[in-house]
């Protein structure tokens, strides 16, 4: 029985140690993955895998996103998705994973309901996450919303595969010393009166200029990128969408861009970027905190106010940064009620979806309505009616971990040899207590 | 006849056994409860063991050794289920091919903590549970029952006690077909044991009934007027159909949820309050007095102190028993020392047991 029960380890072991995962693949199969939330904000993510095949549930986990299941028998249950901006679901196990169905009193049940993409329509799944099966070119949905078993009233927005992994230009192979011939971002620099000016960083300072060396962008899409520009001069000293100008490190290559550069308030932009060859990646919004994002991904913006934005990516010892300003202008009066965004408190008619949303305490606080793919349209029009300034960027969606944590060795190391001594002290203990019965008797 | 204390002492430390293994799925705390409740249990075997002839009160822990094993080896198949079918975490060790049905996957390390921190908190109350019916006999039980719960207390008592002294009787049986060197080869073979076994339990059984007979159970209680009866009976169906109200709008009109509560608590405090007048009208006697001693007091506080701490742990700030190994928490579980300590404090009633003593001593 011992032997065999050995034999039985050291299989296990050694299949364990043949077969173990290559971690993240950058492979050749790329499936798309599309997330609305409940607030009516959406995500699309095109997400590489090296396998033939992989299920619904590893294409969500390796989105990036935070995601809580409850893992059983026949699969795992989706109980929360999450990304920095926004979040939906039940923190299983502390509640119940369906916690907003099963509560009495809760209200209608909410869940996460589960699509995929057949024939350009999404199709809600008979099958959990597990136990579908996605190879290249699948498009999966997961939609927070009311729901019953056979079905749930809210789809994720629709967007096909072309639209959210689109063909890959490859990166120009050696870096023009000549100045790029893109136009000049058509970004006018003219400050709004009246409009709260966020206060750039020295990355966007305007009085340096982009070295024209610096232009491999690796994008198709010139006119939107802000890429630097040979404009040796700025000559105003306001706000210029540029590059900083720190030496590009060979190894990352970034594009960032804005779509509209100037809107009028209320109205959404698409801030889309692109990043290769770092190894972590992130954005600040305005004068948010830096939230880490993924390397390629856009993000629809509807800010109030002019805000800049500032994406840093980060290799093993080098750094790279991109800014973009958007440029806000304020509506033209109209006869019905003008919404003042920076300082008026919501009124009727200016009704805000979420009440939470602290739009109009924080003026310089840019507000994100909808996450979506580089070349995807944005998908303000195809969410919600209300999903046009919805939430501000939230803080990150992080679980409490309690007491020990792997990515903390002293207090791990602490844990374990505490639990060592009581393990040690109970041990003593107990064997001197069998010691003295044997005694006693 | 309880091992070395009290019954209610007993009792104390199976709430704090029950509190700690069921309150974390943390493995640490869990081994803790583990490693306390079988060392409890090795002093109890050695305190059985120092008696001068074999009690019932001596069979019965040996009687829990076959359960343990199965749990043992229950433990085991939890692990092994859990990480070859859930396909679930961040840190893959095995990836089989998806189109496997069931196992089909990665085989995640936060797929056999999970395995081992169930099976570890299966293995703790069943070692709890072992420690106390190994500690505290059925008939002591049922004293500590309160007068109106003695009938349905007797019909349990008597079903929990099923397996282990069916457990007894096969070992004995087959120790008595060894003597006459009956060898079973082929599935006939154990045929005789089988008969044996069921003459045994039907032996069992009339000698039971018997036995409650002549105590006077099921006999009639003193007498009742016709008004008292129907008074009882009148305050027993208001109870429990207040209580079906209760629960019926709370499950189905969530915003009476309170009114709801309210009457639940109505009709469940009727039907405790008539159960314990009907009760009083059962007089029972006691021949032997249980004694409590300082021992019972030290395992009885100690309990408390564990069973209060770990509720509040849960509750007062940082949980400190919390532990989930999938992501996105943390799969490596955490150790705060003092639900360390409180769980190690389950070892009290192995310092403090008594030698083996005559049966009187034992109270």
Request: hydrophobic share 45%; net charge positive; with cysteine.
């Amino acid at each position: 029985m011992g032997r065999r029960l050995a034999l039985l380890l050291i299989g296990l072991v050694l299949v364990a140690a043949l077969g173990r995962s290559p971690g993240r693949a950058q492979g050749p199969n790329r499936a798309g993955l599309v997330v609305r939330f409940g607030n009516g904000n959406a995500l699309a993510q095109c997400v590489a895998f090296d396998e033939q095949r992989i299920t619904g549930w590893d294409l969500l986990q390796r989105s990036g996103l935070s995601v809580i299941g409850e893992p059983g028998m026949m699969g795992v249950a989706v109980c929360k998705i999450g990304d920095p901006y926004n979040q939906d679901g039940c923190d299983f196990p502390r509640e119940d994973c369906f916690c907003q169905c099963l509560t009495p009193g809760s209200g209608p049940c909410r869940y996460w309901a589960y699509y995929q993409l057949v024939d350009g329509r999404w199709q809600y799944s008979n099958v959990g996450a597990a136990g579908r099966i996605i190879t290249h070119g699948a498009v999966d949905g997961w939609a927070w919303g009311l729901g019953e078993v056979n079905g749930s009233t809210v789809e994720p927005p629709l967007l096909s595969f072309e639209q959210i992994c689109p063909v890959e230009q490859p990166p120009t192979a050696t870096p023009s010393p000549t100045p790029t011939a893109s136009p000049t971002p058509t970004m006018t620099a003219t400050p709004t009166p009246g409009a709260a000016m966020p206060t750039p960083t020295s990355t966007a300072t305007p009085t340096r200029t982009a070295t024209p060396t610096l232009t491999p962008t690796g994008t198709a899409t010139p006119t939107s990128i802000v890429s630097p520009t040979t404009a040796p001069t700025v000559p105003t000293a306001t706000l210029v969408p540029t590059t900083t100008p720190t030496p590009t490190p060979a190894a990352i290559r970034m594009t960032l861009s804005l779509r509209p550069e100037r809107i009028v308030a209320g109205e959404c932009a698409t801030l889309s970027w692109q990043v290769v060859g770092a190894d972590a990646v992130f954005l600040q919004i305005g004068e948010a905190a830096e939230q880490p994002v993924s390397p390629s991904s856009a993000l629809s913006v509807c800010p109030v106010v002019e805000t800049l934005y500032s994406l840093r990516a980060v290799a093993a010892e080098q750094q790279d940064r991109r800014t973009a300003i958007l440029e806000v202008v304020e509506p033209e009066p109209t006869p019905a009620s003008t919404p003042t965004p920076p300082t008026a408190a919501p009124t009727e008619e200016t009704p805000i979806p979420t009440p939470t949303s602290a739009v109009t305490a924080t003026p310089t606080m840019p507000v994100v309505a909808v996450l979506t793919t580089p070349t995807a349209p944005v998908i303000t029009t195809s969410a919600t009616p209300t999903a046009g300034i919805i939430a501000r960027p939230g803080p990150v969606f992080t679980p409490a971990v309690p007491a020990a944590s792997t990515g903390n060795p002293a207090r791990l190391f602490v844990g374990l040899g505490l639990f060592a001594l009581v393990l040690a002290g109970l041990l003593a203990a107990g064997a001197w207590a069998l010691r003295r019965q044997r005694q006693l008797r | 006849m309880t091992a070395g204390y009290h019954p209610l002492s007993w009792v104390a430390w199976l709430m704090a056994g029950l509190a700690a293994a069921l309150l974390t799925r943390n493995p640490f705390y869990l081994l803790i409860v583990c490693a306390a409740a079988a060392f409890v249990f090795g002093v109890l075997l050695q305190h059985h063991a120092g008696h001068t002839e074999p009690t019932a009160a001596a069979a019965r822990p040996q009687a829990w050794r076959p359960v343990v094993r199965l749990a043992l080896f229950l433990g085991l198949f939890t692990v092994l289920f859990n990480f070859l079918t859930s396909h679930y975490g961040r840190v893959v060790l095995v990836r089989l091919p998806v189109a496997w049905p069931l196992l089909g996957g990665p085989l995640t390390l936060e797929a056999l903590l999970y395995g081992l921190s169930t099976a570890l908190s299966f293995l703790a109350l069943l070692l709890v549970f072992t420690v106390f019916n190994g500690a505290v006999g059925p008939h002591d039980v049922l004293r500590l029952l309160p007068t109106f719960a003695y009938q349905a207390g007797v019909a349990l008592t008597i079903a929990v006690s099923f397996v282990p002294q069916t457990v007894v009787a096969w070992q004995e049986l087959q120790e008595a077909h060894r003597l006459r060197g009956y060898h079973r080869r082929r599935l006939r073979d154990w045929q005789p044991l089988f008969v044996a076994l069921l003459a045994n339990g039907l032996d069992r059984a009339v000698q039971l009934a018997e036995s409650m007979e002549a105590r006077g159970f099921g006999a009639a209680t003193a007498a009742l007027t016709p008004r008292q009866t129907r008074l009882w009976r009148t305050g027993a169906i208001i109870g429990l159909v207040a209580l079906l109200m209760g629960l019926l709008v709370r499950a189905f009109w969530p915003a009476a949820e309170r009114p709801g509560l309210l009457v639940m608590a109505v009709g469940a405090l009727l039907v405790v309050g008539v159960l314990m007048r009907q009760g009083r009208a059962i007089r029972r006697s006691r021949y032997r007095r249980w004694l409590w001693r300082r021992r019972d007091t030290a395992v009885t506080v100690t309990a408390l102190v564990v069973m209060a701490g770990m509720l509040a742990m849960t509750r007062v700030g940082e949980d400190l028993l919390f532990y989930y190994p999938y992501p996105p928490y943390d799969w490596m579980p955490p150790f705060h020392p003092v639900p360390g300590l409180l769980a190690a404090l389950l070892l009290m009633p192995a310092l403090l047991m008594p030698p083996a003593s005559p049966v009187l001593g034992e109270g």
